[in-house]
């Protein structure tokens, strides 16, 4: 047990006296009593409670005697018995005025505070602490700064005292009679709430002056802090008394309404959902299930969280268009018309959209319902699931709005990009805070429509993380076995997708997992020719930027020459994007001389253009001439997410030993292709005009340009091989030749992807000559005429063939 404990303090007991030790002289040695967790001030009284044995031993020894004792403070408020350098330096003389025995071998004291004292020396350890003391009176100044902080104390703890019932009335009005400043100081000192080492520090402060202006800080944030915490008990009692006083209100108010035949909010809302689920004409357990939570709504207060959460719920239940649905317009040259209007060529997405439509009428003509055409398991589809894959700029995302203009269908257009979790596509359960449906959901309640043209753009950008794979939640959706019962998770009913046309667009679909591609049939859409490109910026490009930038058609028209030199040497695109923007650019400019009043030329010419655009950005056939010069760079062709592209290998040797180097940022398969390149050159030296002993003297570093972008696939095999034996016989590559194909270690050239796509990318960059497998020659059928025209293609077996295809004779 402690020497001292004042948890058992009763501040009703104190009494203020400043009273003497009834003339008793303070000796210079005393018994120091030692305090923990309290500081004994002059002039005040405050009980104690003993119940260390050397500490009762003391009081013992005191009461028969002069009853004076030092009461010091412990530095470390831990230890049960402090030794001497754990005490002050500065303590209190005290009086024991009362004694009483407890039943628990403890003893009350009520101790008076007399004089200040310092220790000088211990001269005794046992059986209790026992000091020479000096008295170390305080220095009691006069004056209007005093009077001032007297007075500032004084209202401080008042204040005070009307915050904290603990503090007893009569303790006011007894300070109130108290002229001595001291008294005054320590007594609310005594009184007030405070840190140990702050009632130490006002005990030893000399100057009366600054135990004031110490203890006036002390109240200060005392009130600001009692102030502070009354504030917020008010907001809370006067948001509680808020909510039971609405409550008493509304209860009120549906008392006189009921006494005036009028309705309340809450039989308002009842009536209201209850005739919308009627009217919704819903699926039968949705109806159910939306009765039921009607009928949860009519048994909850107005006020309660969960009323909120009920109404919302009946609010998406019923706004979701269960039976509204467009008329399919199924006039199919007006179909034809809409589709021909909006974009050129994309031939093989309108054939689609064209059958869609003939079958709808058929059906329609034949009088073949759905619901009753059906085999044991499946059902007739009468939905349907595209998925366009293209380049950039090639109108995937315009062709949904004309797919439903056609159709006289809504149109929804949600974007995938970056989606990560599944929350989003299938929404979140109805126990999260703030829950709502998903975007498919959300969309078609939106519309107001059940069978819309949906577009789900960038289907290939989805992303998963720990919120889970929201690629595997649209399996459900784009699935036609699994969508007549779509779940989201908010609503928890089936809703019928089955009749929604969903259209996806991609630019590549190696990153869809192949259970979602394997429930949409995917059409491509290549890159377009310098031919289309005109005819798109002579029928859609040009008429929308003239429009955009307030310019007239009569003020400005492009010539073919104008727009061939913008697709030729300032854009290098499969799409039209870019030809746009530099479309665009020159109506900027031209509207800007016309708002100047500068003079303005009408036609756009291959002079005009270069004029306003600046420098040509791209120098294809000169680029191709330029590096060709030497022996060891050959012209790939390659395909990417953004259309095709040429690619250029280039290779060299330095003196050294059968080293063989690749960078450029490529792929494990692309270095493999390299390898395999390299060993067949090197077991068919002879046969290819080589040295054998070439490479015993010889390193190899072949590199791919455009280090930036990563390389990767099989079809450059050929490609790197051309160069290796272009670099080893010091022959040039022709450069009008581009090639693509993998190689095999016997010489054999196999067939690759993305043939036409390469096709079109030679065409661009103005090459003559395309090699390439021959079983890639079926996918030349799809090509315009125009390139099929302007580029002869060379099938080639083996890579004997292409060597003397591609080779130059010296």
């Given at each position: ?226 102030e502070l915490g009354q504030k917020i008990q008010n907001q809370a009692r006067s948001e509680i008394e808020t909510v ?112 869609f439509l003939a079958v709808r009428k058929l059906r329609q003509e034949r009088g073949i319902v759905l619901s009753s ?9 009468e939905g349907v699931i595209l998925c366009f894959v293209g380049p950039p700029g090639v109108g995937k995302t315009s ?412």
């Amino acid at each position: 047990m402690s020497d001292f404990d004042n948890s058992d303090q009763e501040l009703d007991d104190i009494q203020v006296s400043p009273g003497s030790a009834g003339g008793e002289t303070i000796p210079e040695e005393l018994p120091i009593l030692p305090l923990r967790g309290l500081v004994v001030f002059p002039k005040t009284a405050i009980p104690l409670t003993i119940g260390q044995p050397r500490s009762i031993k003391l009081v013992d020894d005191v009461v028969t005697g002069n009853r004076l004792v030092g009461l010091v403070t412990s530095k470390v408020q831990d230890i049960e018995n402090p030794s001497p350098e754990h005490l002050n330096a500065v303590g209190t003389v005290g009086i024991i005025h009362r004694m009483f025995r407890a039943p628990d071998n403890t003893i009350r004291l009520l101790v008076q505070g007399m004089e200040r004292f310092r220790l000088k020396e211990f001269t005794a350890l046992e059986p209790y602490l026992k000091a020479r003391i000096e008295i170390a009176p305080e220095d009691v100044e006069t004056g209007l700064e005093v009077e001032a902080l007297l007075l500032n104390a004084r209202k401080q703890f008042e204040h005070i005292a009307d915050l904290l019932p603990t503090i007893p009335r009569e303790l006011l009005v007894s300070l109130s009679s108290v002229t001595d400043p001291l008294v005054i100081t320590y007594t609310i000192a005594n009184f007030q709430r405070m840190e140990i080492e702050d009632a130490q520090k006002i005990l030893e402060i000399n100057s009366l002056t600054e135990k004031l202006k110490r203890l006036v800080t002390i109240l200060t944030h005392e009130t600001e802090v009692l102030e502070l915490g009354q504030k917020i008990q008010n907001q809370a009692r006067s948001e509680i008394e808020t909510v039971q006083r609405q409550y008493f209100l509304r209860e009120q108010l549906k008392a006189i309404q009921r006494e005036l035949g009028d309705t309340d909010e809450q039989t308002i809302d009842l009536e209201n959902f209850s005739k919308r689920i009627d009217e919704a004409c819903m699926p039968e357990e949705a109806a159910n299930q939306a009765r039921r939570e009607l009928d949860r709504l009519a048994h909850l207060p107005v006020a309660s969280a969960e009323y909120g959460v009920i109404r919302t719920y009946l609010d998406w239940l019923t706004g979701l268009p269960w039976s509204k649905a467009t008329q399919d317009n199924l006039d199919i040259p007006h179909a034809r018309e809409v589709l021909e209007e909006d974009h050129y060529g994309l031939k093989d997405i309108k054939e689609r959209i064209l059958e869609f439509l003939a079958v709808r009428k058929l059906r329609q003509e034949r009088g073949i319902v759905l619901s009753s055409v059906q085999e044991d398991i499946h059902c007739l589809r009468e939905g349907v699931i595209l998925c366009f894959v293209g380049p950039p700029g090639v109108g995937k995302t315009s062709l949904g709005q004309s797919i439903s203009r056609a159709l006289g269908r809504k149109f929804i257009r949600v974007s995938l990009g970056g989606i990560r979790d599944e929350a989003e596509i299938r929404g979140h359960r109805r126990t999260y805070i703030g829950a709502m449906p998903g975007r498919i959901i959300q969309s078609i309640k939106r519309v107001e429509s059940k069978n819309p043209v949906f577009m789900l753009d960038e289907i290939d950008k989805l992303t998963m993380d720990f919120h889970g794979d929201p690629a595997s939640a649209l399996l459900e959706v784009l699935d036609p076995e699994q969508n007549r019962e779509f779940r989201d998770n908010y609503l928890e009913v089936p809703f019928d997708l089955s009749q929604i046309m969903f259209i996806t667009t991609a630019n590549q679909l190696e990153t869809i997992p192949l259970a979602l591609l394997d429930r949409m049939e995917v059409i491509r859409l290549s890159g377009y020719t310098e031919n289309e490109k005109i005819a798109i910026a002579r029928n859609y490009l040009v008429p929308r930027q003239i429009k955009e930038n307030g310019l007239r058609m009569k003020e400005l028209s492009f010539s073919t020459d104008g727009l061939k030199t913008i697709i030729r040497s300032y854009t290098r695109e499969a799409g039209v994007r870019n030809l746009e923007r530099q479309i665009g650019r020159i109506c900027r400019k031209t509207a800007t001389r016309i708002t100047e009043g500068k003079p303005v030329q009408k036609k756009v010419d291959t002079p005009l253009v270069q004029e306003i655009l600046g420098k040509p950005l791209f120098h294809h056939q000169e680029e191709i001439s330029r590096r060709l010069e030497v022996p060891g760079v050959a012209t790939g062709l390659a395909w990417t997410p953004v259309g095709g592209d040429i690619l250029f290998i280039e290779a060299t040797r330095m003196p050294g030993s059968k080293g063989f180097k690749i960078t450029g940022s490529v792929g494990e398969v692309m270095q493999e292709s390299a390898q395999a390149a390299l060993s067949y050159i090197r077991a068919n030296c002879n046969a290819l005009g080589i040295d054998p002993d070439i490479f015993e003297k010889i390193d190899i570093h072949l590199h791919i340009p455009s280090g930036a972008q990563p390389k990767d696939g099989p079809s450059a095999g050929v490609t790197i091989a051309a160069a290796l034996v272009s670099l080893l016989t010091a022959k040039n590559v022709l450069p009008t030749i581009g090639m693509t194909g993998e190689i095999t270690l016997s010489g054999q050239v196999l067939p690759v992807g993305g043939i036409k796509e390469k096709v079109l990318a030679a065409y661009r960059s103005g090459l003559k000559t395309v090699i390439l497998q021959e079983l890639n020659l079926n996918d030349l059928e799809d090509l315009p005429e125009e390139v099929k025209k302007h580029i002869r293609f060379l099938p080639v077996k083996t890579i004997h063939d292409v060597l003397i295809s591609a080779i130059a004779k010296k």
